[in-house]
């Protein structure tokens, strides 16, 4: 609501331009991060059944040999030959869940962030108007008077986008911390179960997708932190 708020005081047309260009960013990152996720969700969905395919396709000896298997190694404390189904049906809403939770939050997180750097964006288009070289070239009361209001202006801003920085990391810093340390568990796991699966691509496959998504996930964290510190930097360096 206070985000809403300061963007609703916006008047100058530069500005509202400004604040439309990072929500679009921020638009931009929730799509892509949807698409990929109910892609990969999609691509397993539909090796794991492959795999059921085949065995069921195989002569009867073969397949008894061949007992269908979860790619995601779970352990359950039933008969897993006899409620199969049922055991994939509860895995893939689980893993639905999670990855759903993971990337609303993420796509939040981002937006968040988005808008704060289109806050900053202003406050230095608002330095750079009030210290304009026509007002410059001439200094006049009246020049003063908006030159002063201008960067009051500025300040007020970069006040406010430096306020809901903070807000945001105590909002979600302990819930940052853990998933910071699951990521690093998971990434940890995943490695030594594909140093441990040999030659199978099967098991080869998911433990990669978990690797891969919980790379990038840390890589864009990190990305879209560094990237409200340069537009912070960025207010100074205009100034």
Known sequence: MELQHILNELRDKNEIAIAEKYSCIANRYTIAFTALVVSGIFVSIIVQFWSIL???????????QRSRHLFIITEYFIDQEKYFYLILFHMYVAFFIGTTVMVAIGTMLITYAQHTCGMFRIAS??????????ILQNITPKNKILMTE???YAVDIHRQAMKLSKD???????????????GVVCVSINLFQIASSGNNVEELLFPFMFLFASVIYM???NYIGQNVTDHNNY???TA
């Open 54 to 64: 085949i065995n069921i396709d195989v002569p009867m000896n073969i397949s008894h």
């Open 125 to 134: 288009y608002r330095i750079k108007h009030a210290m304009s070289i026509d």
């Open 150 to 152: 201008g960067i009051i």
């Open 168 to 182: 945001l990391l105590s909002a979600f810093e302990i819930m940052m911390f853990c998933l910071i340390t699951c």
């Open 219 to 221: 890589f864009i964290a």
């Open 235 to 237: 207010v100074f360096s």
